[in-house]
């Protein structure tokens, strides 16, 4: 009912508490705590969210929702650790939604299916033994998760973090490039690859 009234879509409302300081008074309940983390969110992304509107919408660019956006900002806070990487992550998962030469079109992000076992463990036996930490091969494989962006084109089901201002940044003005694939580095940082012989060099 309270996500309801806030207008936040989905059963968690998971990426909308927007993760900032905010200042609260003594003792709140969990409700204004939400009420106002969401509001942060409403407050620093809605102008935002109408100019990307309009700017699709002058280009003849088919629309998409502030909730679709936010999904695809929260996987990005959760693959890229470093600010400057992360318009590159998201044009990489910008090309592997769009590009019709990339098939099918999925994220292939352990993240998503990680979140998916954290919160939906009964519906996918491989999520039974996850210990929070270690992503194996047969999670990736298992379609049973809904958010294994593996085995499920498209972005998942709702968002898997809380996406900081920078990665709702990015999600709605990719880096344009050439990559489809990164393998993580050290340091954080990510080897590109444009064909899937250069990514299996990187790896």
Known sequence: ALLAALGVPGPTGEGYPFPATSQLLPAPTPAAVVRRLVGQFRKRTSAKFDADRRAREAAGLPARTAHEVVTLASVVEREARLPEEQPIIAGVFHNRLVDPTFRPHRLQSDPTASYGCLILPELAATCRDFDGKRITPAMLRDADNPYNTYR????????????????????????????????????????????????????
């Not at 498209?154 to 490039?177: D, E, T, W, Y």
């Not at 694939?181 to 990510?190: E, I, L, N, T, W």
Request: aromatic share 8%; net charge positive; glycine share 16%.
């Open 152 to 203: 499920h084109d498209g972005l998942p089901p709702g968002p898997i973090a809380n996406p900081g201002l920078s990665a709702l940044k990015v999600a709605l003005s990719p880096a344009q490039h050439c990559y489809f694939y990164y393998v993580a580095k050290s340091g954080g940082r990510h080897g590109l690859g444009a064909t899937l012989g250069e990514h299996n060099q990187n790896i």
